[in-house]
Nanobody
Framework: QVQLQESGPGLVKPSQTLSLSCTVSGDSITSDYYYWSWIRQPPGKGLEWLGHIAWSGTTYYSPSLKSRTSISRDTLKNTVTLQMTTLKPEDTAVYYC?????????WGQGTQVTVSS
């Protein structure tokens, strides 16, 4: 059973950079065919996929956020990190770490990020 735990600052000022970490347990982030995604849900809106890093290390991002988003991994710590630059108030959302392996899907509990001065 894969378990995901997000962590990071709850409050960030506009124009700053957000860094969120997803600690993975139950399997290795380099195990074949896993995709590790970051997904967010702004208040009152639907889920928005931000990007993923595959088991191979290949990354892919939402075209609308590609210029501000970076996903990386630490294979020793078994963590996946999201960085988002130049934050805006509209980036306020609950941010989720997500894992997909074939038909299986796992979610973290999510972490609230508020962008406000």
């Amino acid at each position: 059973q894969v378990q995901l735990q997000e962590s990071g600052p709850g409050l960030v000022k506009p124009s700053q950079t957000l860094s969120l970490s997803c600690t993975v347990s139950g399997d290795s982030i380099t195990s074949d065919y896993y995709y590790w995604s970051w997904i967010r849900q702004p208040p009152g809106k639907g889920l928005e996929w931000l990007g993923h890093i595959a088991w191979s290390g290949t990354t892919y991002y939402s075209p609308s956020l590609k210029s501000r988003t970076s996903i990386s991994r630490d294979t020793l710590k078994n963590t996946v990190t999201l960085q988002m630059t130049t934050l805006k108030p509209e980036d306020t959302a609950v941010y989720y770490c997500n894992a997909q392996w074939g038909a299986w899907e796992y979610w973290g509990q999510g972490t609230q990020v508020t962008v406000s001065s």
